[in-house]
């Protein structure tokens, strides 16, 4: 989506940090741009220039999201609509007192203060001001969320105001946290409070928790997902956790780019709620993904935990410092981006999972009924450094492709997600980008190559006319053969050379399912109970 200039300034614009209480400080930047930011990370010594013009900044100890340290408040609003079995509760004296401590830290402290909004579609959108203690977070975060007109600045009103403070330690006895980090938010105030930490993806997460708290009850779906759009105006959407390939998948040349994480699905279509990218780049190449590794090459890019060589020159093959390193750039970087990040109603809905066991196939077409199973089962991998403490992929269940951003319980989404496929007749996949031939450690990563042409054919519409088998253990469609595509592939247990290793795993998997699915099965129709997988009788 191509940005839009704003004023910058360099003046102590007040109101737009007492709204929060932030008073009695050195000086506030306000909006400034990209040039100025690199001038105060690099004099502040924040970060570093790059040979390329990027600014590579790290994080330090927090390398990923600080899952265990998000936090939000219970209060009279929120109790009965929080889904407090995968949120953490704060009481509100707990916030209050965080707040009042943050308002303390920040006296005579230099602010950087960003207006931007979360959401393209203007009737949901979210006028969201960040305030940060590092230039670099201000010019992350610019390139992630939407600039609003220059025109409408002076009138700005924030919905949302996110203060990220890494240099504040949080007391676990002073305000309930579990250690110095903490990530508190107030969904009725909508304030959210970052502290102890540099990863500056809390801040792009804490605009998306709050939109998903706030657009089910407008019946808006909001997702975690990539899109794009065909030639022929065929919008699709990528479901999945990070690290299973909605950046790379999405980015595909022939198609227009919406948007790489984070959308909504309205009665307009499908619209991004950001204005930029945040790709991981551990083993990035430009043969494999030239329309992101040329981000990385030019002004304006931040560049988070990558390794410089001594000419300032960055090894993306280097995981020294964490296998989840990351570039963030302004939408208009990619050649094919949308301009408005706006689109149609989707023909397709893909679900990607990096399967750790090597069971699933890396492609199958699904009912809807399996669509929702496997929406609200969100089976993939946790990929090595995403979260703290995570060294290497783990099989996990994270429903709705997005658990730690979901405040609601995953049945209003999945609900949501039900009726508008039934209405628009949308085709849904499921895409295992994860491992063939074998679990992790003894298989192999899914062919990118292989992964690029099936989904070419269902997203032309030519995959719906091949001949498909059923697997024996998940009951999804496998398409028997695809042009330009090892026909091997296509039957996982034919790529081991232990079926009977195949068939324990696959039962093994089957049963995590089923296991998992049971605190839903309250919530779902019959149609859904009886799309969950059955263990097969074992092949010979």
Not at 251 to 279: M, Q, V
């Amino acid at each position: 989506m191509q940005k839009t200039g704003q004023e910058t300034g360099k003046r102590n614009l007040s109101k737009g940090v007492d709204t929060v209480g932030l008073k009695e400080l050195l000086h506030v930047y306000y909006n400034l741009n990209e040039a100025e930011l690199y001038e105060h990370a690099l004099v502040r010594g924040e970060a570093e220039l790059t040979a390329h013009g990027a600014l590579r900044a790290l994080t330090g100890q927090h390398t990923g999201r600080s899952a265990q340290d998000k936090f939000v408040v219970c209060d009279d609003t929120t109790r009965p609509q929080i889904w407090w079995d995968n949120n953490k509760s704060m009481t509100p004296d707990h916030f209050d007192t965080l707040l009042a401590d943050f308002q303390a830290y920040a006296k005579g402290k230099e602010l950087f203060v960003q207006d931007l909004i979360g959401g393209a579609e203007e009737a949901q959108s979210l006028p969201s001001r960040i305030i940060t203690e590092y230039a670099w977070h201000s010019l992350f975060i610019r390139n992630l969320l939407i600039l609003p007109q220059r025109d409408k600045l002076e009138s700005f009103a924030p919905d949302l105001t996110i203060i990220a403070f890494p240099g504040f330690k949080a007391d676990p006895s002073r305000h309930g946290s579990i250690s110095e980090t903490m990530i508190a938010v107030d969904l009725v105030r909508r304030i959210v409070l970052i502290g102890g930490t540099s990863y500056a993806g809390e801040m792009k997460k804490s605009v998306f928790t709050a939109l998903n708290y706030l657009l089910p009850e407008r019946g808006v779906m909001p997702m975690h997902c990539s899109a794009n759009q065909g030639p022929d105006g065929d919008t699709a959407v990528f479901f999945g956790l990070s690290g299973t390939g909605k950046t790379t998948l999405s980015a595909d040349p022939s198609r227009t780019l919406i948007g790489d994480d984070e959308h909504g699905w309205s009665k307009e279509g499908i619209f991004n709620f950001e204005g930029g990218c945040y790709a991981k780049t551990i083993r990035l190449s430009p043969e494999a993904e030239p329309e992101i590794y040329a981000t990385t090459q030019r002004f304006g890019t931040v560049l988070e935990n990558v390794v410089l060589d001594d000419q300032r020159i960055p090894d993306f093959d280097d995981d020294s410092l964490t296998e989840n390193t990351r570039c963030a750039y302004p939408m208009h970087f990619i050649p094919n981006a949308s301009a408005t990040g706006k689109a149609g109603q989707p023909r397709n809905i893909i679900m990607l999972t990096a399967d750790a066991f090597g069971v699933l196939p890396p492609i199958a077409k699904m009912t809807p009924a399996q669509a929702m199973y496997h929406f609200l089962s969100g089976y993939t991998a946790k990929v090595a450094g995403t979260e703290k403490g995570v060294t290497e992929p783990q099989a996990t269940f994270s429903t709705c492709f997005g658990a730690p951003f979901m405040p609601r319980h995953p049945s209003e989404y999945g609900n949501l997600l039900r009726d508008l496929i039934a209405e628009h007749n949308v085709d849904c996949w499921l895409v295992n980008t994860g491992w063939t031939g074998g679990a992790y450690g003894t298989g192999s990563r899914m062919p990118i190559k292989a992964t690029r042409a099936l989904l070419s054919a269902a997203l032309d519409g030519s995959l719906n006319h091949a001949e498909f088998r059923t697997d024996p253990n998940f009951g999804l469609m496998v398409p028997m053969a695809v042009a330009g595509v090892d026909s091997a592939i296509l039957d996982p247990r034919s790529t081991w050379t232990d079926k009977q290793a195949y068939d324990a795993q696959a039962r093994r998997l089957v049963d995590m399912f089923v296991e998992n699915f049971a605190k839903f099965e309250e919530h779902v129709g019959n149609d859904v109970l009886g799309a969950a997988p059955r263990i097969a009788q074992a092949a010979e």
